[in-house]
């Protein structure tokens, strides 16, 4: 036992315990010994199916179906669907082409190379998609900060946004239902998953957002549209990554990967996530991990990996103090002593600006952090060739980036000079784009009707 | 001799006074608002005081909050302690659900508190007129845009912390952004390019579920911003629609 009886004056201490809580002061390994038994059971699958309430809302979506109440838009064979198991087992399809890109606002506001390595990744696949302009952000994160909004306007801005989906190939002459959604950012999944939940339950919210959906012109046959399926891109990257594989250029078997799993893709509507026996013994989220294992990376587990990142949506704003701390010191930090880490991997907006940008500043202590963040897509995109600064966009990202290219064989002080022509270019106004920028406007000023794509 | 009320004892009255805060009958229309949210059942099913969602809540590590204590004031009906714990305490949650994802009874901590957020913006609350100031910029992008956050947001001078490396390439941001290979993202002042038809379907969204009324009870001088740019929005659609009707 430690020799350190200090007890905290009244009120040095705020753990939220209350005033009553008293530090038990056991040394590391009696602190080990005491809480072993908690980790063998917490954190694991197990953990999330042994629970009683088990429910799976698509039931009640086909009904209401039946019923007449809603239209479902179908994940049809066209998407081509891959099928994958989630936590209790039940089926999940996922769609992999004709995609409808459902943008994320902090990944194209800051992290641009994350949705342009995704794009890349789909044309190298040769999958249609769609970019275009008529989206909305889901509004969710500043619902989470702020606590402006409720669930009416959560559930009318899925809703739209969805429809748009559903509707958009008309602008190209193509049928209704041609694309399929695809969520890009983790907190617009987790809230539309949650969203969507509720309005299959609630006949009182479905019949107030009818209204409303009624009044922008965004109801199928006078019936609220609701997707068979929500679907992150991560879920589009896992049960692609044999075929991104295919497409790898770049040894990576001596990188150490660390990955980051988002609270608002696996801890909101669990019942929902991607699992896989054969990734991590199928007791972590499956995506991210399953592709970084495909590209041959060597995946460590770390003590903190359910933890947080820190975003906490209005603390990275207003409590800096708090997102910085928790970012570096329970995450980047364990990543970096305990796993050696050379790349923290990440399938979600906040998490990844978060744990990217919130490293320099350990230097102002004494301790500094060095673990390079990409999301997933953008390590996949860089070893398949994708170029790390006109695709990856890596110069957005403040974490070192660089160490991490040059483990991977990336010359990337020349890669950054042949970007820096190419900005020469673009202020030329000779840019390279990743589709046909005319695709982009479906409707309202500015919409010119093109030939649908062969 | 009388001393001036400190902030807290503004808000939340005197600690060491037996006194409500507010009456009774404001205390009991708070927990209602709280109470008849249709997610409510969904979120609270029980509490055994188990504290393991305490033991794994991040916002627990740092500031006098515990999600615990959320949940029992709720499911004890402790009227002042809700009313209380509206006053600092739900904005401390970080909203990672990971108190949610453990807890044995299948609540969620964080959902609840959302639900408390809501009624502490929607009752004009001290506390969400101090959280919602740092965020006003945020919310105009957002309302007004259908965007909430934009590269022209992100410099240097605004995040000093986050260090010199914000962008690793010295050059125009409007250029930066026409070199990113989706013309969708050749913006400074949205994160995408947002359809004008886009933003006033959204704003329309925000009317017809009260979001505006509720932001006007937090932020008059923001409504009215917000209210003239989506006029104007407003107005220049509605001529564009004249237009092709024309032509």
Redesign the interface.
């Known amino acids: 036992m430690t020799t350190d009886t200090k007890v905290p004056a009244p009120g040095e201490r705020?753990?939220?315990?209350?005033p009553e809580w008293r530090d038990a002061r056991l040394d590391r390994q009696d602190a080990v010994t005491a809480t072993v038994w908690v980790e063998q059971i917490?954190n694991k699958r197990s953990?999330?199916t042994?629970?009683?309430?088990v429910e799976d809302v698509r039931d009640i979506m086909w009904q209401l179906e039946k019923e007449g109440e809603i239209v479902v838009h179908r994940v049809s064979d066209e998407h081509r669907p891959t099928m994958v198991k989630t936590l209790y087992g039940w089926d999940k399809k996922i769609p992999t082409t004709r995609l409808w890109h459902h943008?994320?606002?902090?990944?194209?506001?800051?992290i641009?190379?994350y949705?342009?390595s995704l794009?890349?990744l789909m044309n190298q696949l040769d999958v249609q998609y769609l970019?275009?302009?008529?989206?909305?952000?889901c509004?969710a994160?500043?619902?989470?900060?702020?606590?402006?909004?409720?669930?009416?306007?959560l559930a009318?801005?899925f809703l739209?946004n969805f429809h748009?989906a559903y509707v958009s190939a008309k602008a190209q002459g193509l049928p209704e239902g041609y694309y399929y959604p695809l969520v890009h950012c983790g907190t617009s999944f987790?809230n539309y998953k949650e969203v969507r939940g509720?309005l299959l339950r609630?006949a009182?919210?479905r019949e107030s957002v009818k209204?409303?959906l009624a009044?922008?012109g965004?109801l199928v046959d006078g019936k609220l549209l609701i997707p068979e399926e929500v679907v992150h891109y991560s879920e589009w990257l896992h049960v692609m990554r044999e075929k991104v594989a295919e497409r790898q250029v770049i040894d990576c078997s001596q990188i150490r990967a660390t990955i980051h799993p988002a609270?608002?893709v696996?801890?909101?509507v669990?019942e929902d996530v991607v699992y896989d026996d054969t990734v991590l013994d199928g007791n972590r989220v499956a995506v991210s991990t399953g592709i970084m294992q495909t590209l041959g990376t060597q995946v460590i587990d770390y003590s903190t990996w359910?933890?947080?990142c820190?975003?906490?949506?209005?603390?990275i704003?207003?409590e800096?103090e708090?997102t910085?701390?928790?970012a570096i010191d329970?995450k980047i930090r364990v990543a970096q002593d305990e796993a050696h880490a050379d790349v923290m991997i990440g399938h979600d907006t906040g998490c990844i600006t978060t744990l990217d940008?919130?490293?320099?500043?350990g230097k102002a202590s004494g301790r500094p952090v060095d673990v390079p963040v990409l999301a997933d897509c953008q390590f996949a995109a860089m070893v398949c060739g994708a170029h790390p600064?006109?695709?990856v966009?890596?110069?957005?990202?403040?974490?070192s980036t660089e160490t991490l290219m040059e483990k991977l064989g990336i010359d990337w002080q020349a890669k950054?000079a042949e970007?820096?022509a190419?900005?020469k270019e673009?202020?030329a106004g000779r840019?390279?784009?990743?589709?046909d920028?005319r695709r982009?406007?479906?409707?309202?000023?500015g919409y010119k009707r093109i030939a649908p794509t062969p | 001799m009388e001393h001036a009320g400190t902030r807290v004892q503004q808000y939340i009255g005197d600690p060491v006074s037996d006194a409500p805060p507010v009456g009774r009958a404001k205390l009991e229309e708070i927990f209602s608002d709280i109470q008849s949210d249709m997610r409510y059942d969904h979120e609270l099913n029980g509490c055994l005081n188990c504290g393991i969602c305490t033991a794994t809540c991040p916002s627990a590590h740092y500031y006098d909050y515990s999600p615990r204590e959320i949940v029992q004031l709720l499911w004890t009906e402790n009227l002042e302690g809700i009313y209380d714990a509206m006053q600092e305490k739900i904005w401390a949650c970080a909203q990672c659900y990971t108190c949610a994802a453990r807890c044995p009874f299948g609540n969620s901590p964080g959902g609840l508190v959302m639900l408390m957020r809501e009624v502490a913006i929607k009752h004009g609350m001290e506390s969400a007129k101090n959280v919602l100031r740092p965020f006003s910029r945020v919310m105009l992008k957002l309302i007004s845009t259908g965007n909430q956050l934009s590269p022209d947001m992100i410099s240097k001078d605004g995040f000093p912390d986050w260090g010199p490396n914000i962008s690793k390439v010295d050059a125009p941001l409007a250029t930066l952004r026409k070199a990113i290979p989706m013309p969708t993202l050749h913006t400074t002042k949205t994160a995408w390019e947002v359809n004008l038809k886009t933003s006033v379907e959204l704003y329309t969204i925000w009317e017809e579920t009260g979001v505006l009324e509720s932001l006007k009870t937090i932020d008059k001088n923001l409504h009215d911003v917000i209210s003239d740019i989506m006029d104007e929005k407003r107005d220049e659609l509605e001529e564009w629609l004249e237009e092709q009707e024309e032509d």
């Open positions: 705020f753990t939220g315990h209350g917490i953990m999330l042994q629970k009683d309430r943008k994320s606002c902090g990944q194209c506001g800051n641009p190379g949705p342009a794009l890349w970019d275009e302009t008529d989206q909305t952000s509004t994160w500043n619902y989470h900060g702020s606590g402006i909004g409720n669930l009416e306007s009318a801005v739209r748009q987790g509720y609630s009182k919210l209204k409303i009044k922008l965004r609270c608002h696996y801890k909101m669990p359910y933890d947080c820190g975003f906490g949506f209005r603390h704003i207003s800096r708090f910085r701390s928790f329970r940008k919130n490293q320099w500043i600064y006109k695709i966009q890596s110069h957005w990202h403040a974490s950054k970007f820096e190419y900005l673009v202020a840019i390279e784009t990743l589709y920028p982009m406007i479906t409707s309202g000023p």
